[in-house]
């Protein structure tokens, strides 16, 4: 299994002109504001409250890179679908994002996030429809599974699964911050993509 030996916060950005040095293999963790980007990213990595969580959506604004012993970064990407923000900073957000997807050739794999409970909303199929499009890998993590019983998260998975036509080359992964479920699976899923076993 992966063990997170070491984690620094390395930087965050707001043009992709920015990013860091050196180059790492990057994954990122995308999804809808207040999905879980920031407490995922914390559960893999031990930490409280390294990528900030916040009950107010819309917390994390840029781009944040954090290198995982000194091999990888695990990048958390602004949450979309915010409804109280501006049109212009929502804009600006989606370029942002797109621009970091399009123009990012260290990254490895795309963890689209989806809340387990609520199940894919519109604006979850417009981003997995542009992947697809830009043929950019990505993998779905069912956030939340906790507040669902086991039939219900099952139920929910295989919706989810049907909703964004996932195959066996975009697994879906249901996790749990709060009690840690998942987080083995997908800290193995990483290091298989990292020693090109995937
Ligand atoms: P933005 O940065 O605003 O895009 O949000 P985010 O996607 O980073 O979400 P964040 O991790 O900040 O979590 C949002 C809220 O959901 C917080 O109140 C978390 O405590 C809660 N939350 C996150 N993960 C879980 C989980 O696995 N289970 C439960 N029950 N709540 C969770
Ligand atoms: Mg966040």
Redesign the pocket.
Same mark, same amino acid.
């Given at each position: 299994m992966l063990k997170i030996k070491d984690v620094q916060f390395v930087k965050s950005i707001s043009r992709l002109q920015d990013k860091p040095h050196p180059y790492y293999p990057e994954f990122a963790f995308a999804? +809808? =504001?207040? !999905? *879980?980007? %920031? %407490?995922?990213i914390?559960?893999l990595l031990n930490r409280k409250n390294l @990528? +900030?969580? %916040? $009950?107010?959506? *819309? $917390? &994390?604004r840029s781009i944040n890179y954090f290198l995982i012993n000194r091999q990888f970064y695990l990048v958390?990407l602004? *949450?979309y679908g915010?409804a109280r923000v501006s049109a212009g900073e929502k804009k600006r957000w989606q370029e942002m994002i797109e621009s970091y997807l399009l123009q990012s050739e260290e990254l490895v794999q795309l963890f689209v996030?989806v809340d387990a409970v609520v199940k894919a909303q519109k604006n979850d199929l417009q981003l997995v429809e542009w992947l697809n499009h830009h043929q950019i890998p990505f993998a779905v993590v069912a &956030?939340? @599974?906790? $507040?669902l019983s086991q039939f219900r998260l099952n139920v929910h998975l295989n919706e989810i699964t049907r909703q964004l036509q996932l195959d066996d080359s975009h697994p879906i992964f249901p996790? =749990? @911050? !709060? $009690?840690r479920t998942g987080r083995g699976e997908l800290l193995g899923y990483i290091d298989r993509l990292l020693k090109g076993s995937v």
């Open positions: 999804g +809808r =504001s207040n !999905v *879980g980007k %920031s %407490s995922l914390n559960c @990528a +900030r969580v %916040s $009950k107010q959506p *819309g $917390k &994390t958390d602004p *949450g915010f996030l &956030t939340k @599974a906790d $507040k996790f =749990s @911050a !709060v $009690k």
